[in-house]
T-cell receptor, first 115, second 110 residues
Framework: DSGVTQTPKHLITATGQRVTLRCSPR?????VYWYQQSLDQGLQFLIQ???????AKGNILERFSAQQFPDLHSELNLSSLELGDSALYFC??????????????FGPGTRLTVL | GQNIDQPTEMTATEGAIVQINCTYQ??????LFWYQQHAGEAPTFLSY????GLEEKGRFSSFLSRSKGYSYLLLKELQMKDSASYLC???????????FGSGTRLQVQP
């Protein structure tokens, strides 16, 4: 158990809908990262927050957005869902925004299925 | 940009040693990580290298050569539970986020 929690574990929804995925980082970690893992793409970095502020952006679609709240939990919002958005979404956390020894620890993931 | 290459699949025998290679190209290097991932589960941290050389951690060791853009993960005394995907990931100085290779699926056979 990494100490990172994610809810829900599974989510099934229809195309065009909007969903929110939630992540609580490990105690003491200020950075939260979101990754998408689909069968044909591997783990892709989406976005990073540090202490409430966006710090880095990866291959995140405009239909997707995220935020980090004062209690450091984070939410990833996915809207106008398409079949291709079906994937495992992982949240990871680390102590700092960057650094040579800043290991990221991953949560159990949310499996999103878009029908 | 970054480019990370790993073999797609490997097979090894229980009790043996296996080496999983990773080559990378990056504009700014700030460390290389290895993660283990069982199917449908979260990646779990195995090792981290930022300086050249070998880091040993029990049955697992990881090696880095920055000049060659090369790393390997060495797994000794293989166990059936080591059957998993092994992900090589590079942290660059610019993006602050990990870029992952596609992973190497290791099958340990009796």
């Amino acid at each position: 158990d990494s100490g990172v929690t994610q809810t829900p574990k599974h989510l099934i929804t229809a195309t065009g809908q909007r969903v929110t995925l939630r992540c609580s980082p490990r105690s003491g970690d200020l950075s939260v990262y979101w990754y998408q893992q689909s069968l044909d793409q591997g783990l892709q970095f989406l976005i990073q927050y540090y202490n409430g502020e966006e710090r880095a952006k990866g291959n995140i679609l405009e239909r997707f957005s995220a935020q980090q709240f004062p209690d450091l939990h984070s939410e990833l919002n996915l809207s106008s869902l398409e079949l291709g958005d079906s994937a495992l979404y992982f949240c990871a956390s680390s102590k700092r925004t960057s650094g040579r020894t800043d290991t990221q620890y991953f949560g159990p993931g949310t499996r999103l299925t878009v029908l | 940009g970054q480019n990370i290459d790993q073999p797609t699949e490997m097979t090894a025998t229980e009790g043996a040693i296996v080496q999983i290679n990773c080559t990378y190209q990056t504009s700014g290097f700030n460390g290389l990580f290895w993660y283990q991932q069982h199917a449908g589960e979260a990646p779990t941290f195995l090792s981290y290298n930022v300086l050249d050389g070998l880091e040993e951690k029990g049955r697992f060791s990881s090696f880095l050569s920055r000049s060659k853009g090369y790393s390997y993960l060495l797994l000794k005394e293989l166990q059936m539970k080591d059957s998993a995907s092994y992900l090589c990931a590079v942290l660059d100085t610019g993006r602050r986020a990990l870029t992952f290779g596609s992973g190497t699926r290791l099958q340990v056979q009796p």
